[in-house]
């Protein structure tokens, strides 16, 4: 913020974020809006939460929960909400309203998933807030978009992956259709946004004006199913559940060892070559059922049995080790535990501490690093209100000369 007086900052890092000097305005709640405020101020960017009296409703998303201060706290909120500060506005009440639209008019991005519309009778639509602020990138989040068809749909996760098509690909295909172990339109919605504010951000670096972005969770959902949904539109063809089955590869899929399975991607001629080498199984790169990737996969069939047999005199560690070191995709299934460990094994250094002393909170590193300007960890996910008073004074003070 410009008023390092009125809402403490803490020191800058050596290289600061290479979005620092941004004002964040997060009407944004649950799991999209968040992640992506969260992504920005990883970045640098100061993010201010605005929550309702009740907070964020993923507060109450337990268990599991993590000790925090003494108290209990659902991981799933503090999985979003890192370096941000927290104030709770009733948008009802005269002067938190007041509030909640001058931090709007300050504002460089504002981040909301209201259902499309629901922000107009408070003032804080993007036709009211770049009315006064014409230098805001506003997003907006929704299930379904603001059309006509879609803007009255609530949109959770779960539902978008029965609506687009996901759950109807997922699970045995004998069995019912299973929904994906995490809310992967809402992370993929939020990494839309993401990238519809960054790209805003520079149209206005060239410009001087702002826009409004938009994005849904089933428009995420109908880019995000990529060869699936290309699968339909571009060749008509309507995909079926396959279990963990490739549609147009193999061996790309889990396959038995000894003492259990491990994923093996083949993904091109050359990969299954060096396969066969180290399975001891030369003679198959030269059988005419197997040749190419389309012979394989047409003829799946009799192929898994022969690698199957050869797999099975050995562990899945053992084989791990050998086709690794052959240049051959694969990995054993993990459990989440284990992946963080796999994570530290090969240098990812996936978690970091947010915060001190009682406070301090464990989190996933940010996924992306940068040579020059790294992503810092400045502030725990707040409590309700916890910048709250600081935020309105800071509100309630003129606006600094240069500042929106």
């Not at 964020?56 to 941000?84: E, F, H, I």
């Not at 006064?132 to 978008?160: C, E, K, M, Q």
């Amino acid at each position: 913020m410009s008023d390092p007086g009125a809402v403490p900052t803490p020191p800058a890092p050596d290289r600061p974020g290479p979005l620092s000097g941004l004002l964040v305005a997060d009407f944004s709640r649950i799991l999209a809006g968040p992640y992506s405020t969260m992504l920005l101020a990883d970045l640098g960017a100061e993010v201010v939460k605005v929550e309702g009296p009740g907070g964020d409703d993923t507060r109450t998303w337990a268990p599991p929960v993590a000790q925090v201060g003494g108290q209990d706290v659902s991981t799933y909120y503090l999985g979003v909400n890192r370096n941000k500060r927290s104030v709770a506005l009733d948008l009802k009440d005269p002067g938190d309203l007041a509030a909640a639209q001058e931090l709007a008019r300050r504002a460089d991005v504002l981040v909301e998933n209201f259902k499309p519309g629901g922000l107009g009778r408070f003032g804080l639509d993007y036709a009211s807030v770049s009315a006064t602020n014409p230098r805001v990138v506003y997003a907006s989040i929704s299930g379904f978009g603001s059309g006509p068809g879609g803007r009255s749909l609530p949109g959770y996760d779960l539902i978008v992956q029965a609506i687009s098509g996901l759950m109807s690909l997922t699970g045995d295909p004998e069995g019912d259709p299973y929904r994906a172990g995490v809310a992967v339109f809402d992370v993929m919605a939020g990494l839309h946004a993401t990238i519809g504010v960054l790209s805003a951000l520079n149209h206005r670096h060239e410009t001087g004006r702002g826009q409004h972005v938009e994005v849904s969770l089933l428009a995420s959902a109908m880019s995000g199913l990529v060869n699936q949904t290309s699968a339909f539109v571009a060749g008509g063809v309507v995909p079926f559940r396959m279990g963990n089955s490739h549609p147009s590869l193999f061996p790309y899929e889990p396959l038995p060892c000894s003492d259990g399975d491990l994923i093996i991607t083949a993904g091109n001629d050359g990969q299954f070559r060096k396969l066969c080498e180290v399975l001891g199984l030369p003679e198959l790169t030269e059988d005419p059922r197997f040749l190419r990737n389309e012979d394989r996969t047409a003829n799946r069939e009799q192929l898994r049995p022969l690698l199957v047999e050869r797999l099975a005199t050995r562990t899945k560690m053992e084989w791990f080790r050998d086709i690794i070191a052959a240049g051959v995709p694969c990995g054993p299934i993990n459990t989440i535990d284990q992946g963080v460990a796999f994570a530290e094994e090969v240098g990812l250094d996936p978690v970091v501490t947010v915060g001190e002393g009682p406070a301090a909170v464990r989190s996933v590193r940010h996924p992306i690093r940068f040579s020059d300007t790294a992503a810092s960890y400045r502030l725990p996910p707040p409590a309700v209100d916890e910048h709250g008073d600081e935020i309105r004074r800071w509100l309630a003070a003129p606006a600094e000369e240069g500042q929106q």
